[in-house]
């Protein structure tokens, strides 16, 4: 695992940039790195339901200071702009932002980090709470992610009554297309997605050989990571951040 | 979890938002996570005009208790306030 000494240099940028995403539109991004020719793997960090807010811009910049190249679009661009909460609300109203807007959107973070001169090449996709289910999501139709993070991805599993234009098919459907390695973590108070859905999830990967590491946390519920919110369990959380950086080390991280 | 569930209805009226008074013409109603509420989910209610930047918002986040006493007291207040101007109309023909 990627360690920080007191005696070592570090530095990082962090600023709002534009990425091309869907239908071609120039979108807004956060953008966070360390400072050094690198070479640094990358990851796409997709903002949750309530926003491209604070707490997004704070993840990206973890990743940041761990050495990844971390890079987090807004997804909810084209409905235009405000306070995160705002945005939100009006997304929320709208039925949610389309499949394939968020997963071009993304491909289009992806070539950017991998377009870099500093990139190692290798980039993971990570999400929470909707975008965990997106970034899964990315993970089985986009080619070019090295890993996957689904942090208690709600809505993988989706009933026929729960399909709509925007989300025409459930992601367990690509079970069979993912196409790098994937971390899952879930609480077992959850309500989606339920550990039964997990475990329906965890059946399909296995059907199919996929590689894939799944936590299922006791006593946690939705959101865990959150602590600005009541669902915040704080062993579950630093155990959860551990796995996640280990994981990706593991598949983002080439020796230099 | 991210429920999607929401209800919209039109509305005539007017509401406060940051920037002062403004005509409303849509209510939208929630029932999921909430921005600032310290619930895991929460009945939501945005007072809104889609004409107008994506700030003109009214926002409430409510528990459920909370939602259905102001539902209640709404529809209290509503046939409180229909029976006086009804009883009010009366008098002035009487009179």
Redesign the interface.
């Given at each position: 695992m990627h360690r920080y000494t007191t005696d070592m240099y570090e530095g990082m940028l962090a600023e709002t940039t534009t990425v091309q995403g869907f239908n071609g539109d120039i979108i807004n991004a956060y953008f966070a790195r360390p400072l050094g020719p690198g070479p640094f793997p990358g990851v796409v960090v997709i903002h949750h339901m309530p926003g491209w807010d604070e707490l997004y811009r704070e993840m990206t910049r973890k990743f940041a200071h761990h050495g990844y190249l971390a890079f987090s679009p807004n997804i909810y661009y084209r409905f235009g702009h405000g306070s995160p909460d705002d945005v939100a609300a009006k997304v929320r109203t709208s039925g949610g932002v389309a499949d394939d807007s968020v997963l071009e959107d993304t491909e289009g973070s992806l070539r950017f980090l991998k377009s870099l001169p500093q990139s190692n090449k290798k980039v993971g996709v990570f999400g929470t709470c909707s975008s965990g289910r997106q970034a899964f999501l990315a993970a089985c139709r986009l080619k070019g992610f090295d890993a996957a993070v689904d942090c208690w991805g709600g809505g993988v599993v989706m009933s026929k009554e729960e399909l709509t234009p925007k989300r025409p098919v459930a992601p367990i459907d690509y079970a069979k297309d993912l196409s790098c390695p994937l971390l899952g973590l879930f609480g077992d108070e959850d309500q989606n997605p339920t550990p039964q859905h997990v475990h329906l999830l965890e059946e399909e990967l296995k059907k199919y050989g996929k590689n894939y590491e799944f936590h299922m946390y006791p006593k946690a519920g939705h959101g865990f990571f959150y602590y600005d919110r009541p669902n915040y369990r704080q062993e579950p959380a630093v155990d959860g951040w551990k796995k996640i950086f280990l994981f990706i080390e593991k598949y983002l991280r080439t020796s230099t | 979890?991210?429920?999607?569930i929401?209800e919209?209805a039109e509305v005539k009226g007017s509401g406060k938002g940051p920037n002062g008074w403004f005509k409303l013409e849509e209510v939208?109603v929630?029932y999921?996570?909430p921005?600032?509420a310290?619930?895991?989910h929460a009945l939501?209610i945005?007072f809104?005009n889609l004409k107008m930047?994506?700030?003109a918002?009214v926002?409430v986040e409510l528990s459920p208790e909370s939602a259905r006493k102001l539902a209640e007291t709404i529809l209290t207040t509503l046939a409180r306030g229909e029976d006086h101007m009804k009883n009010s109309e009366a008098s002035s023909e009487l009179g």
């Open positions: - | 979890m991210c429920t999607g929401v919209t939208n929630s999921d996570h921005y600032d310290p619930l895991e939501n945005d809104v930047a994506v700030g918002r926002a």
